[in-house]
């Protein structure tokens, strides 16, 4: 296989791998409170976006057996861009909630198909000494992810709506930036994992 530096593509993946679990399960949650939704409508509505996470070992196989781990990692990164995207772009809508949902919907999906691939990859790309050398680093960087989510993203979303004095240009604007940032994400990956013979 094509050698890469481990610390090249580590930090990277899993963090790509934390942030949209924490925008879909703790940042939405947010957004709909701002958005003036009640919070029976958030916990009815965002209660069952946890579950692609529960049943991924459902789908899983097919991740196994079906193309490389690889091509999964990049076109999940690219639907979860996507997915991104398609909610920036219809917070303003009329049927905000509706459309938003089946975005993250979309990058629920994607996220934990993502997961699936990517943590296969690690076991294919990594020799056994450094798998366990790493195993701290990547579990840091998605820490470190979800700590983005729930902080981070969080308080630039307030400081863009005194800004901008508007909630809905402000949520617009955050997502609008995470899709960009999965864009690159895929674009790195594609370049930059290594090829391995097993995958």
Do not use: C
Not at 58 to 81: A, C, E, N, Y
Not at 89 to 110: C, E, K
Not at 149 to 154: E, F, I, M, T
């Amino acid at each position: 296989m094509r050698k890469a530096n481990p610390w090249t593509w580590i930090p990277s993946l899993y963090y790509a791998e934390g942030l949209p679990y924490a925008f879909v399960m703790i940042v939405s949650v947010v957004m709909y409170k701002k958005l003036n939704l009640s919070n029976s409508e958030i916990a009815l509505y965002t209660s069952w976006l946890y579950l692609p996470w529960v049943i991924k070992p459902l789908w899983s196989p097919f991740v196994d057996i079906f193309k490389t781990k690889r091509f999964w990692i990049i076109l999940m990164q690219l639907f979860i861009g996507a997915g991104l995207a398609g909610v920036a772009l219809t917070i303003p809508t009329s049927n905000m909630l509706r459309y938003t949902l089946v975005f993250f919907w979309l990058i629920a999906f994607s996220s934990s198909t993502h997961d699936i691939a990517a943590d296969g990859f690690y076991m294919l790309g990594l020799s056994s000494h450094d798998q366990a050398w790493f195993v701290g680093i990547r579990n840091t960087f998605y820490r470190f992810a979800i700590l983005t989510g729930q902080g981070l993203l969080v308080i630039l979303a307030g400081q863009l709506e005194n800004f901008y004095n508007n909630v809905t240009l402000a949520w617009s604007i955050i997502f609008g930036i995470l899709a960009i940032l999965f864009i690159v994400f895929a674009f790195y990956h594609k370049f930059i994992l290594p090829h391995p013979s097993q995958d």
